[in-house]
């Protein structure tokens, strides 16, 4: 698989990770979630009619796509990238997560306990950090991580499923969270639902296909949802959901539904043992145990997404069944004589053809007189740059079979008030990740649906509001006035529309929107105004729910207050910052935030990485007011890219390190290994010097150096087609590289050929190395990828390796840190362990749910390891208590 052209535009798309059980997406499938990395500053630019220059990368809108660039491409890359890590070569099986969270919690457990740091509130809109680089003033407020699914009933209390750090519920209609899923052995959802008797069922595995979509262990149910706690114990059926996803579920006929990307299956809703029936699958000899189970393709010829179910005859039921970016068993399918079959006409102006039907949701209004869907087309999403939206639709009979009637399309919906037109999309461009639906139950025509903004009509469609844009970026209220949130406007949500529930706090009605930000509220008939944007949105991030997903921390001094300023580089929500004395969290870039570097001497001097090494530096921690809207000599951040940026040779989110013994040394990795002396001081991107060319095709994954010397390592081809590896190492000064020949045989086994993720370098001796290796081993990958080890040392240089794997579970092992005393921790895709000094076995560290940590890094005193988690925000455990 050749790496797609790169085309950034005004939104440019970037979730980043994979599941920790998920084969890699296919070639030209489009992933990930969304960020855009110009905030303030491309308006302001927008407005005076200039294109922008930001770290190497031009947006010329319009221009880009005339030479035929599709944004699906970036977008999938970065989905790969983060798969490739945990998989190539080769397929995982499913049970790869269960067997390695079983093996982590039989591991003996160091003393000490994790403290959350970043649980305190998130504010995207600081008005501290308004500078260049910032999306401070769009309007989205507070925020936190990902939300895949909402629930909420007539008594005030909401429940809301995460992406990665599990699900959380409310008693007062929104905010004051608690999390009630940390038992489970995965904190993914991808379905929440409230059934008849007040039962929450949680379906595991977040399913929006998007490239951080962790899979799931099952389908969950709580009987006393106001009060209680999801146990292992609360799973219906057996096995049969374990390592999938779960898009919805559904209720009708005395059964339970799941739509799953291994399929349709149905449960009974009063016996909850017994295994779950397999109702549909196009496919099976795809499934596990078919025939052709380990086709690299087999995780997509299954996947199911809605179920429609006639509301006066629950026999009569839809399957919504398809992979987004197309598939020949791709359609709607119905029982006929008792076989399902697909419906190839009567349905109206809803597609009928594989091409045009991609990912769908349906809702039901409470009368049972409306049903309404959103379609995604596959054909779309191929070959419109602009939307891969079909329609929204509805079928005025009250049964799923139609007829549809065609309500809105991307260009109405663009023509009501949507922030996207000025961006150069339309709404619809990520139909296939981002999709909600409901329905008013008081009130049949009125309906509310979530594409990457919000979008409201009470009339059944004839006329739409978008009452939640994207951002206030570019209305006539906006303003970056440092002391108002977004000017003029009132708040918005954030964007990327995920999971929807309407429900009741003392009498008053409110709907519920979780979306790439967190949650938001606000009554269900609200306010608007002249444009059609809401003026009553809430954000419901109090910073009691922290689902942060982050992929980097940094740590420094604070200067001004003592102690430390944390950041982190976060999936669609920017850079945080935090410093000693705040009682908020601020966000000082804007887009995705991929590594960080944080000079440990002082905490405000930060390079920020966005994607393909487009690195920023700031001296001030990005303190600004907004005023270089007028003199461009007060921006305090500064566009500072190697050249990998600009051709295109860097991985989507791209090693960047500090020499450990000088933090003005830094290397970044690209086809390149790029060294830069200036540190924080450095301003323009031409001060980088490649001292290593890793060869054409190759690209690097992981780098550190300590006292000049560094390692690199690297992937190429990445992918499941002659995926191979290596590393390299010489000299920050361009001198002594050579390339190891792997594998490097040691004294105890290869370094195997899977993802090496990174290095840990001893302190006292920098040819004292480790080596950490992502995917998972020989258990559950055959081919080439064979080979146990997680850990591997060495002891000269790089030159050869040993496995220390030891009693390590199975798990990508994805971060390591030397500590002062000679310990070693690792962060998985589970959690931290721990190899103490002078031990030959690993311990866990603390009892982290089930939640990967993608970053570990020493304070500046090095008595503190902070853990950067995907899901649950940034942890820290004392050093000392690590025996």
Known sequence: MSAPTRKRRWL???????????VAIPAGAASGGDSSPFGARALAQLAAGRAQSVGGITSKVKAEDADGGNEADEIAEGADQYAEARTSP????????????????????????????TDLPYNSDDSRYRDYDSNSSGGSGYVTGRLAAMAADDHGYVYAGSAGGGVWRSRSGGGHWKPISDKLPAQSTGALALDGGGRLWLGTGEASTNADAYLGSGVYVLSNPHHGTFFSRSRVGGDELESTTV???????????????????????KKLGGAWKLEFAPNPDYLPGGSLAGDPAAAYKNIANDIAIDPKDPSKVVLAVGWRSGDDYNGFYTKVNGTWTRITSGLGDLPSDADNVGNVTFARSADGSRYYAIDQSPEQLNTNPDSGLEGIYVSKSGSPTGPWTKIADYRGLAADGSALTSSGYMPGV?????????????????????LEEVYETKDGGSSWSTVGPYWNFGFSCWSIDPTKQTGDCNQTTHSDQHGVAIGSYHGKSFVYVGNDGGAYKRPVNGKQDAEGHATDWISLNDGTIDTLQY????????????????TGGLQDNGQSVLRSNDTVMGSNFGGDGGDTLTDPANGCNIAEEYVYLAIQVTQNC???????????????????????????????????????KNSSTWIAGGRHVWVQTHGYAIRSGDEWTSVHDLGAGHTATAVAASGGKVYAAWCGPCNNQGFTRGIAVGNADGTGWQDIVLPAKGTAGTVPNRYLSSFAIDPKNADHVYL????????????????????????????????ISANLPDVPADSAVVTPGGGLAV????????RAPGRTTWQRVGSLPAVAVLQLRLSPNGKTLYAATHGRGIYTIGIRNLS
């Open 827 to 834: 962060g998985t895709d589970l959690g931290v362990v721990y």
């Open 772 to 803: 950490t290796v992502n995917g998972f081993s020989r258990q559950w990958t055959e081919g080439p990828g064979a080979g146990v080890g997680h850990v591997f040392e060495s002891t000269d240089g790089g030159t050869t390796w040993r496995d």
């Open 551 to 566: 992929f980097s921390v940094g740590i420094g001094k604070d200067l001004a207050h003592g102690g430390v300023s944390v």
């Open 12 to 22: 440019t798309i970037c979730a980043i990770t994979a599941s920790a059980a998920l």
């Open 622 to 660: 990005t303190v600004n007011d907004g005023s270089w809207v007028n003199d461009s000599s007060k921006i305090t951040s500064y566009s500072v890219a190697p050249a990998d940026n600009a051709t295109g040779e860097a991985r989507f989110i791209a090693p960047l390190a500090a020499d450990a």
């Open 430 to 450: 990520q139909a296939w990740y981002n999709q909600f639906l409901t329905v008013d139950p008081a009130d049949a025509e009125h309906v509310y649906t979530g």
């Open 90 to 117: 080769g397929v995982v099986a499913p049970g790869a997560y269960g067997a390695a969270w079983s093996s982590l919690n039989n591991l003996s457990s160091t003393g000490g306990s994790w403290r959350n740091v």
């Open 247 to 269: 898009h919805e579920l559904r209720f009708g006929g005395g059964k339970v539904w799941a739509a799953t990307s291994r399929g349709v299956w149905s449960h009974s809703t």
